[in-house]
C-alpha cells in the first residue's frame, strides 16, 4: 500500500493551495470573464467607499438594494479601501476565499478520517472543480456562502466523530451558518436546521437536543446573523422586508412545468458534470454495501447521508427555481469532494488505478492542445509573455505524459489529474487573454485619464454591465449614469456620452465632437489566427463594436 510521506513537498496542503492561487489568478484578478451579477457589489461598495455609509447597499441610482445580506459588499468596500478600487481589488477576496474553501475542506476529510492521504485526495478534487476556479474570480456572495457552509460542517463532522458534541465543533457550527445567513440569507437558515434535523433523527447516531446547546454560540450567532436584517428593518420598515423577501422566495419559485422539467435536466448534467472526471473509478462502488459494510466507520456512513440529504434539497432548490444557476450547487461541493475522496479510498483496485490513469492521459493530451493554440495565438498577435508562458505549459504537459507512471498510487494519479486540470484552466486563461485584455473599460479609462474632461459625469448609452466596469475602471472618480438604448433622445444630455459606433448614424451630432475611444473582439477567431499569418486581416475582420465618446 501507498505510504503517505509527509515531507514530501506535494503532500502538503499548502502546496496544493498555492497552486490553485498561481493557476487562477489571471482569471480571477482581472475581468478577462465578468460575471453580470458583480455588478451589484462592486456599484455598491463604491458608494459605500465615497459615502461611508456601509450599512444600506445602493444600486448605482442611487436606490437601496436589500436583495443579499451585507458581508459580500464589506469585502468588496474593505478592500476597496485597503487597496483602492480597481479590478484586483474587486475580485482578490474571493480568490482567498476559494483559497480558504480547499483547506476547510481538507480540515473536514481529516476531522472524518485521521487520514491525510485520503484528505489531499478530497481537496485536490475541489481544486481542480471549474465550478470552484469561475467563483474564485466571480465577486458574488456563493463562495463566501460556501464557505461559511465548510465551516459549518466542519463543525457537523466533529460532532459526527465525538461521543458527545464538544465545544469547539458547536461553535464552528453555529457561527459558520450564521456567518453564511449574513452571506446570502434564508438558503442557509434552511440547510442549518435539515443539519439538526439530521442530528436528531437519523438512523445511525442520533444527538441529544440537549447536547447541541451551548448558549452562548448560539447567541453570538444569533447576534451575527441577523443584526443587519434588525438595522435594515429599523431604518426602512417595510421596504426592506417586501423586497428581501420577494428576492429570496416569492420572486424565486417557478410554477412552470416546462421550466422545471429542464431546470431538473441542468441540475444533473451540473452535478455529473462537474465530477466528470471522478465519476468512472468510482461507479463500481455499491451504495448499499458501503453503507452496511461493518469495514465502513459510523461517521463516514453519517457524511454520505448528510451529503446526500444535502444534495437533494439543494436539488430540489435548484429544480423549482425561476432561472437555474449552477453556481446554486457550490456549497455542496466541498461535502461531494470529500465523499469521493473516501469512496476512492474504499474501492481501490486494479480498475480504479487503470480509469484514473486515462483519465489523467486525456487530461494532459488536451492540456498540450490547449497551450499549444495559445502559443500560435499570441505570437500571431504579438503577444511575447503569453507565448512563451504558453509554450513552458506545453512542454510541463510533455513531460508530465513522458514521465508517467503507469499503475501510479491512487494519490500520485489524483495529484497527476488535478495538476493538468489546474495548468489547462491557466492555459485556458492565456487563450482567453488574447482577446480579452484591455478590456474597454480599462480603454476607456484611459481615454479620460489622458483628455481630463471638463465634466465628471458620464452618460452611458447601453448595458448596466459595461456601465459597472468604467466606475471601477476608473477607480470611482467618474459617475456614470447608464442609459439603457430604448431611451432614444440622447443628445439631449449635456456631458460626456459614451455609445456604441453603430448607432452613431441616429446619432444628432450637433455640437458635439466624437472620438473612437475603444473596441474589442466580436468573436474569438482563434481557427483564422491558426491557420493564417496574416494577423491583421482577421483583427480587421473580427476586432469591432467599437465604442465613441460625444463630448459637448
Known amino acids: 500500500m501507498f505510504q503517505f510521506n509527509k515531507n514530501r513537498i506535494s503532500n502538503s496542503p499548502v502546496f496544493w493551495i498555492i497552486a490553485f492561487m498561481i493557476c487562477t ?25 465615497q459615502s461611508h455609509d456601509f450599512f444600506t447597499p445602493l444600486q448605482a441610482d442611487g436606490e437601496p438594494r436589500f436583495l443579499k445580506p451585507i458581508f459580500t459588499y ?13 479590478q484586483f481589488s474587486s475580485r482578490l477576496p474571493f480568490l482567498i476565499f476559494g483559497m480558504l474553501l480547499l483547506f476547510v475542506t481538507y480540515r473536514i476529510a481529516f476531522k472524518l478520517t485521521k487520514n491525510k492521504e485520503i484528505s489531499l485526495i478530497a481537496l485536490l478534487i475541489a481544486a481542480s472543480n471549474p465550478l470552484l476556479i469561475l467563483s474564485s474570480s466571480r465577486s458574488i456572495p456563493d463562495l463566501p456562502q460556501a464557505l461559511f457552509f465548510a465551516i459549518g460542517v466542519l463543525g457537523l463532522a466533529g460532532i459526527f466523530v465525538s461521543d458527545q458534541p ?3 465543533d458547536l461553535w464552528l457550527f453555529y457561527l459558520g451558518f450564521a456567518l453564511a445567513f449574513a452571506t446570502k440569507g ?8 435539515l443539519s439538526v434535523l439530521f442530528l436528531l433523527f437519523n438512523p445511525w447516531k442520533r444527538t441529544s437536543l440537549k447536547s447541541l446547546i451551548n448558549w452562548p454560540a448560539i447567541i453570538i450567532g444569533l447576534i451575527v446573523g441577523l443584526w443587519w436584517y434588525i438595522l435594515m428593518y429599523i431604518l426602512h420598515g417595510d421596504q426592506f422586508i417586501v423586497s428581501f423577501f420577494a428576492d429570496q422566495v416569492s420572486g424565486r419559485v417557478s410554477e412552470n412545468h416546462f421550466r422545471i422539467l429542464k431546470n ?9 458534470g462537474y465530477f466528470i472526471f471522478w465519476i468512472a473509478p468510482i461507479s463500481k462502488l455499491k451504495i448499499k454495501t458501503f453503507f452496511r459494510s461493518p469495514e465502513i466507520s459510523q461517521h463516514y456512513r453519517l457524511f454520505a447521508a448528510i451529503t446526500g440529504t444535502w444534495l437533494i434539497a439543494m436539488f430540489v432548490f435548484s429544480v423549482f427555481t425561476v ?35 486515462a483519465t489523467n492521459i486525456i487530461l494532459q493530451i488536451a492540456g498540450i492542445i490547449v497551450s499549444l493554440i495559445s502559443v500560435v495565438i499570441a505570437a500571431r498577435l504579438g503577444n511575447t509573455t503569453t507565448s512563451i508562458v504558453s509554450a513552458i505549459l506545453a512542454i510541463m504537459f510533455g513531460l508530465k505524459i513522458i514521465f508517467l507512471h503507469k499503475n501510479a498510487p491512487l494519490l500520485s494519479e489524483t495529484k497527476a489529474i488535478s495538476a493538468s486540470i489546474l495548468l489547462t484552466m491557466l492555459s485556458v486563461s492565456m487563450l482567453i487573454g488574447n482577446f480579452a485584455r484591455p478590456d474597454q473599460s480599462m480603454q476607456i479609462a484611459a481615454y479620460l485619464e489622458k483628455h481630463k474632461p471638463k465634466s465628471q459625469t458620464i452618460v452611458f448609452y447601453g448595458p448596466e454591465k459595461v456601465a459597472a466596469k468604467i466606475r471601477v475602471a476608473t477607480r470611482g472618480a467618474i459617475t456614470v449614469k447608464c442609459i439603457e438604448p430604448q431611451t432614444p433622445p440622447i443628445a439631449l444630455f449635456d456631458t460626456l456620452i459614451i455609445f456604441r459606433e453603430d448607432i452613431l448614424p441616429d446619432f444628432t451630432s450637433e455640437n458635439y465632437t466624437v472620438s473612437t475611444i475603444s473596441s474589442e473582439w466580436k468573436s474569438f477567431p482563434i481557427v483564422p489566427l491558426l491557420f493564417t499569418s496574416d494577423a491583421e486581416t482577421v483583427k480587421q475582420d473580427h476586432l469591432v463594436r467599437h465604442k465613441v465618446i460625444a463630448i459637448r
Open 25 to 49: 489568478a489571471p482569471l480571477s484578478l482581472t475581468y478577462m470573464l465578468h460575471y453580470v451579477d458583480e455588478l451589484h457589489y462592486t456599484d455598491a461598495a463604491i458608494q459605500m467607499v
Open 74 to 86: 464589506w469585502m468588496v468596500a474593505g478592500n476597496y479601501e485597503l487597496f483602492g478600487i480597481s
Open 166 to 168: 464538544r465545544n469547539k
Open 186 to 193: 434564508i438558503p442557509s437558515a434552511v440547510f442549518m436546521l
Open 264 to 272: 431538473a435536466a441542468f441540475a444533473l448534467l451540473t452535478i455529473a
Open 323 to 357: 432561472k437555474f444557476y449552477d453556481r446554486y450547487f457550490l456549497p455542496v461541493f466541498p461535502l461531494i469532494s470529500v465523499l469521493i475522496a473516501v469512496f476512492l479510498d474504499s474501492t481501490r483496485s486494479r480498475s480504479t488505478d487503470k480509469s484514473l490513469s
